[in-house]
């Protein structure tokens, strides 16, 4: 310090509240000294010349303690290491400085304003800043400096989600910072929301397995949660219904888990149809037509991972008729009839004519349905599965009149050759048939002999078939050369097409005359190919239903036969 006045002797000396200063050079008005330490306060300055006159300047020095007026930055971690700028006055080089008592790692003097120290490790919370020079002042900063704790992670809620990401998780804990990020696994997560105990991520896309999750704060510390999160691909549970027709279209509900929006859905190999999102545990499917038999049903993620559910879906074949019997039965229904066939379900129902009967499964070839009521005549025979499936029988059920009237006809359902063992055997042909089918009554065939004419035989009435069509209506009617509607009705209920029928008849209901061997089969007892007879066309309404052609007696044809009485 420079110290002016007057009188000054060549070789003074200056003394700072008792303690002699050092002067470095003097004139007789200005003397350059330096001050030596001294406690805080004001002291008198007393410059002395060598011939012992002085001058004292009371309180003309003030000693000002040592002083911190900021740190910066202001915060860190507990582990140390933040290099902090202190500014302040009066700042000596040597000065030393602690953190909460702690020494700092290193400290550099910069001027007599600022030092630059690195802080030490120290548990968190406000602690002193304290520059102490080497006289020993030291200066103060309360509560100058904050020891910011590590963020701790206590829990991650979900812990486990879909490899595709997405999952919205909280993770709970302590000591988050303002703006923390996360990783689980590496990857960073997005973060949405946090407070000092509690972060909202949504997690990010990453491989199948169990991932670290960490948590770092702005001032790069961390906390680890090992194996803090489980990744896993989706997987399957269950599938409702299981089972559906192989033409596709069921809605099926598949239950699992780690499901995301966008998941495909196969079925055997085969896309579904539609597939919608419902959430992370289900979806639901259509089904795409497939063949019969299990198959494995798959998700797949967006990512390509995927979870299987083997053999997790039947598709069922639909059913098939390929016969039933009777083929016929009275149109008051209780007829009990086998349908053959395959593929069918317990539960399957029956309908004749779009009315349901009462249906007994016996195995996937067979049911027994015992018919409805239903008006005279044929109708469609329909078998459906409980899944909706369903098929036609290949041919129909006629419901008959009931009871059976007489002049009903129908032709026999067997052929057999021209040996009919004569008119009697031929009746009794007749007669087995209405017997077999409830008909009642007696049944003659439609038959002449040499001797004896088919007019004669048969009862004059309304003829008709079991199907109640009227083919004429009455006996003259029948013998006039052409009937109303074809006799092609079998005794089983069948509809024929074209077949021939043994007669020996004209259209006038009479033996055409001439040798039996000719006309008759030597009167139905011949099977020889030597011999004719005449026969009949079911498929036609002219007189050729009952006088068309002459044929072998070897050949096998069948036979009309009319309910008599």
Same mark, same amino acid.
């Given at each position: ?11 003074? *000396? ?5 303690? !002699? ?41 003030? @000693?000002?303690?040592? *002083? ?7 915060? &860190? ?34 001027? *007599? ?19 102490? =020079? ?6 103060? +900063?309360?509560? &100058?400096? /904050?020891?910011?704790? !590590? ?33 689980? %696994? ?11 105990? /509690? ?21 790069? $510390? ?35 888990? @780690? ?23 289900? +979806? ?17 993620? !967006?990512?390509? $991972? ?81 899944? &909706?499936?369903?098929? =036609?029988?290949?041919? $129909? ?27 009697? %055997? ?6 087995? @048939? ?33 199907? =109640? ?29 074209? $077949? @021939? ?33 005449? &026969? ?30």
């Amino acid at each position: 310090m420079v110290i002016s006045g007057s009188d000054f002797g060549a070789t003074v *000396s200056v003394s700072f509240g008792g303690a !002699p200063g050092s002067v470095s050079s003097s004139t007789s008005d200005t003397i350059n000294v330096v001050t030596p330490a001294h406690a805080a306060g004001l002291v008198d300055v007393v410059v002395t010349n060598p011939d012992g006159q002085f001058s004292t300047l009371v309180n003309g020095f003030t @000693y000002e303690p040592l *002083s911190v007026t900021s740190v910066s930055p202001v915060s &860190g971690p507990t582990a140390g290491s933040t290099s902090v700028t202190i500014t302040g006055s009066y700042f000596v080089s040597g000065a030393g400085v602690t953190f909460g008592g702690a020494a700092a790692g290193s400290v550099t003097f910069v001027s *007599s304003t600022q030092l630059t120290a690195v802080t030490p490790a120290h548990a968190a919370g406000l602690v002193d800043v304290v520059v102490t =020079n080497p006289d020993g002042q030291s200066g103060t +900063l309360v509560n &100058g400096f /904050t020891y910011v704790a !590590p963020p701790s992670i206590a829990s991650v809620t979900p812990n486990s989600g879909s490899t595709v990401g997405g999952t919205a998780v909280v993770i709970s804990g302590s000591d988050f910072g303002a703006t923390p990020s996360v990783t689980f %696994g590496g990857a960073a997560a997005s973060v949405s929301s946090s407070t000092s105990d /509690t972060i909202n991520v949504v997690t990010p896309a990453h491989a199948a397995g169990a991932v670290n999750v960490v948590v770092t704060n702005p001032d790069g $510390q961390f906390s680890t949660l090992v194996n803090g999160f489980t990744y896993f691909p989706p997987s399957i549970t269950s599938v409702s219904p299981v089972s559906g027709p192989t033409a596709g279209g069921t809605v099926v509900t598949i239950t699992g888990s @780690y499901f995301v929006s966008g998941a495909g859905v196969t079925f055997g190999g085969a896309a579904a149809g539609s597939v919608t999102f419902v959430s992370s545990t289900q +979806l639901t499917a259509v089904t795409p037509a497939h063949a019969a038999g299990l198959v494995d049903v798959v998700v797949t993620n !967006p990512d390509g $991972q995927s979870g299987t559910l083997v053999n997790g879906f039947t598709y069922v074949a639909p059913p098939t008729v390929s016969s039933f019997n009777p083929r016929i039965g009275p149109y008051t229904g209780d007829t009990s009839v086998t349908v053959t066939g395959s593929n069918f379900v317990s539960g399957a129902i029956v309908t004749f004519g779009g009315v349901a009967g009462s249906v007994t499964f016996v195995s996937s070839t067979e049911l027994t349905a015992v018919t409805p009521a239903s008006a005279v005549g044929y109708v469609t025979v329909r078998v459906i599965n409980p899944d &909706g499936q369903s098929a =036609n029988a290949p041919y $129909q059920f006629l419901y008959r009149i009931s009871p059976v009237p007489i002049g009903t006809v129908f032709v026999t359902p067997a052929p057999s050759s021209g040996n009919l063992r004569g008119l009697t %055997g031929a009746d009794n042909r007749c007669q087995f @048939y209405a017997n077999g089918g409830g008909f009642g009554g007696t049944w003659k065939a439609w038959l002449s002999t040499s001797t004896v004419n088919a007019n004669t035989r048969i009862t004059d009435a309304t003829y008709r078939r079991l199907d =109640n069509v009227i083919v004429a209506n009455s006996m003259a009617d029948l013998t006039d050369g052409s009937i109303a509607n074809r006799i092609n009705v079998s005794s089983d209920g069948s509809m024929l097409g074209f $077949q @021939y029928v043994w007669t020996g008849t004209t259209a006038a209901g009479v033996y055409p005359g001439g040798s039996s061997t000719t006309y008759s089969c030597s009167d139905w007892a011949s099977s020889s190919s030597s011999h004719s007879g005449i &026969g009949g066309f079911t498929s036609y309404t002219t007189s050729s239903w009952t006088y068309g052609s002459r044929l072998t007696c070897n050949s096998l044809e069948r036979l009309y036969c009319f309910k008599t009485s």
